[in-house]
Nanobody
């Protein structure tokens, strides 16, 4: 079993930055990759960024490309999402998740474990 715990959310003004953390514990050897998703009120949960576990390959939704960066610290077993130039439309609950199979990083069904989420609110 893998357990995930997100942190780092909060309230920020438009144009500001936040860094989200996802602490990973448990049996990580079966993981294929990691992903960050977000869900705004009344909307579907959507893919934000992904990171392959075996190499430095990253994937981003078009809406965040060039503003967000996903990274990993192996020594701390933590995955980060650096978010810059935040916009009000980035407001959502952000979730990290472990990817169990090959395939598109945007497919929620390929993810096995999910964190509880952290709220990000961007004011205009």
């Amino acid at each position: 079993q893998v357990q995930l715990a997100e942190s780092g959310g909060g309230l920020v003004q438009a144009g500001g930055s936040l860094r989200l953390s996802c602490a990973i514990s448990g049996r990580t050897f079966s993981m294929f990759g990691m992903g960050w998703f977000r869900q705004a009120p009344g909307k579907e949960r959507e893919f934000v960024a992904g990171l392959s576990w075996s190499g430095p390959i990253t994937y981003y939704a078009d809406s965040v490309k060039g503003r967000f960066t996903i990274s990993r610290d192996n020594t701390k077993n933590t995955v980060y999402l650096q978010m810059n130039s935040l916009k009000p439309e980035d407001t959502a609950v952000y979730y990290c998740a472990t990817k169990r199979d090959a395939g598109s990083y945007s497919l929620k069904r390929l993810y096995a474990a999910w964190g509880q989420g952290t709220q990000v609110t961007v004011s205009s």
